[in-house]
């Protein structure tokens, strides 16, 4: 009965929320990795433009909640979710035109893109912070719990309870159908097939006849969907707060350049590897290890390796030493 | 009036100096030509700016008796010319389906049978076409970009030293295959650097020196020429 209940105990504060967060890490991490392969830079405005995407999610939740409209025991969130992504997807081709194109067309080297993207960082906080501002906000509603601690404990008769948020359920139903959807796009279809083809060599991609211009506008579709999905995902999961999203690019990056950045299928595989890595290295284990040993043995401090504060400290050096020991990543991306 | 043709053409990379200058170049249907020449002699500038990668200062470019000077690389390979680079010429992260499917992107319909018809003339793809091209190996990847270069069915294919680098063996498997793309009725020219095998296997060849057109004539004519048997070919 204890081993069970020490492994309720892990899953409980550990798996699931690794599982929901390492979701939403991996799309981010899609996002970073997609513009690294097609675009050819590194976009550190990804954040922002998750927060961006986000935003809209939020404000719209409040209009629909004001006018009546939503989705019963689901979050009213997911009802913005195709407007949120038409602004988003707006917003960064405005961006493109006005920017990004310019620095395309002369062909600047990758790391005077990524300056670029930086401006495009801080003129995005901006416009968040002129539109809703830097507070933090919640807009979740509908039904909070699946499964709560209190009912899991009486339906097992064991000490510890377990909890399923829906923000967690949906968070990981909705990454797999939109991550599914995206690979089978980049695989099977002949316009993903010339998006592969334009990262890999572009040269020889023109001189097969495929629009760059096509591939681009395409690119930022996808982009704008990942990154809209991701930022809201988060956000009903924990809470909407801009500084939040800027602080979460460390862990998107470390996931994209981990699973080997311009590999998408690398890049969702990365988002769990930091998300597990993150939480399994700041969680107490204390409670655990309790059940685990005789009575008079129980732990007198926290176990904890690593006080949760520092949890970006743990994407950092995983960052450090994937770029010391394997550059191109898990799966071989590109070397950078 | 050939085929495809590249009249008096001057031209160099950005502002600098001129890499070829008043050079003439031909091809029609069904015939190998092969460009040769010293290093520096300007015989891959030739080819690309016959290509449209870079800008004539003078001198033009016909297809068919149509003028393309001044039209984009891409509208040129709309019109039937297909390139294959020296290097980089596939798609190396793809497979060797994918490569073909590229190949033939501008296809509106009949990829499926195209396909086919590549698999036929390299068997050797068949058997690998689900093998990521990175994977394969030297011999097999030229084989791969000349599928690719073929798939929008050509009617002018220019390659860039397709033997560089391949070892003797496979540069003659190789060259048999340049024969079976020419007897479909596609004008090859082709860069090499092997001049003694390209020029046994061409219809033509023609000899730059410094940019300009040095000596040209029929295959035979070139391997037997004296002065350029002493000056080319190694005696």
């Known amino acids: 009965m204890d081993f069970i209940n ?40 990804t954040g922002d433009m998750m927060s961006f995407g986000t935003m809209f999610a939020v404000l719209l939740t409040y209009y629909f909640q004001s006018i009546g409209l939503g989705l019963g025991f689901l979050p009213t969130a997911l009802l913005t ?37 930086v401006g495009v960082m801080f003129v995005t906080q901006a416009i968040i912070r002129i539109i809703i501002g830097p507070s933090d906000r919640r807009f979740l509603d509908g039904e909070k719990f699946i499964l709560k601690a209190t009912e899991f404990k009486e339906m097992t008769g064991l000490n510890e309870g377990l909890t399923l948020k829906s923000t967690q359920a949906i968070t990981i139903v909705v990454t797999l159908i939109i991550v599914s959807i995206m690979f089978w796009f980049l695989n099977k279809t002949k316009t993903g097939t010339s998006m592969r083809a334009y ?22 579709v996808i982009a704008g969907i990942l990154a809209t999905v991701g930022g809201i995902l988060y956000g009903l999961d924990k809470s909407y707060r801009p500084f939040v999203y800027f602080n979460n690019m460390l862990p998107i990056f470390a996931a994209a350049i981990v699973g080997g950045i311009g590999n998408p299928f690398g890049a969702f595989l990365g988002g769990y590897v930091i998300a597990f890595a ?55 991306g590109k070397t950078i | 009036m050939a085929f495809f043709e590249g009249t008096q053409m001057t031209a160099g990379y ?3 100096p001129d890499i070829i200058s008043s050079c003439s170049i031909s091809a029609n ?12 002699a300007g015989k891959s500038t030739a080819m690309k700016a016959m290509l449209g990668l870079l800008n004539l200062k003078s001198g033009s470019v016909t297809l068919d008796g149509k003028d393309i000077s001044k039209i984009s690389p891409q509208d040129r390979v709309k019109q039937g010319i297909s390139f294959v680079p020296q290097t980089k010429n ?10 073909l499917e590229i190949g033939g992107f501008l296809r ?15 068997p050797i793809l068949s058997e690998k076409k689900s093998q990521i091209v990175g994977q394969l190996s030297g011999g097999q990847r030229q084989q791969v970009a000349l599928g690719r270069a073929l798939m929008s069915e050509p009617s002018v294919l220019m390659l860039d030293e397709p033997t560089a680098g391949v070892s003797p063996i496979v540069m003659d498997e190789l060259f048999e295959h340049i024969i079976k793309v020419k007897k479909t009725n596609v004008a090859i020219i082709m860069v090499e650097q092997n001049a003694k095998q390209a020029l046994s296997i061409s219809d033509r060849g023609y000899v730059l020196v410094t940019g300009q057109n040095k000596f040209e004539g029929s295959g035979d004519e070139l391997l037997n020429d004296p002065e350029v048997r002493r000056s080319f070919l190694g005696g």
């Open chain 1, 6 to 45: 020490a492994i309720v105990v892990l899953t409980n504060f550990t798996l699931i929320p690794a599982l929901a967060y390492g979701s939403q890490l991996a799309l981010g991490a899609i996002f970073v990795t997609l513009i690294y392969a097609v675009l050819r830079f590194a976009n550190f405005a």
């Open chain 1, 81 to 117: 979710i195709p407007f949120a992504i038409i602004m988003m997807i707006l917003y960064m081709l405005l961006i493109d035109k006005f920017v990004f194109s310019y620095y395309r067309i002369k062909k600047s080297p990758p790391v005077q893109f990524a300056m670029v993207s």
């Open chain 1, 199 to 220: 990262s890999d060599n572009e040269d020889l991609a023109l001189l097969s006849g495929i629009d760059p211009k096509r591939v681009v506008l395409i690119t930022w």
């Open chain 1, 278 to 332: 993150e939480i399994l290295i700041t969680y107490a284990y204390k409670r655990f290890i309790a059940y685990l040993v005789p009575e008079n043995m129980e732990p007198d401090s926290l176990m904890q390796l690593l006080s949760t504060d520092y949890k970006f400290a743990v994407s950092f050096s995983i960052l450090v030493i994937v770029l010391l020991i394997r550059p191109s990543g898990i799966f071989k």
């Open chain 2, 14 to 16: 950005g502002d600098g």
């Open chain 2, 29 to 40: 249907r069904g015939e190998i030509v092969a460009i040769l020449g010293p290093n520096g």
């Open chain 2, 90 to 99: 596939v798609f190396a992260e793809l497979t060797v389906k994918e490569n």
């Open chain 2, 108 to 122: 509106e319909e009949g990829l499926d049978k195209m396909i086919e018809n590549i698999y036929n003339l390299f």
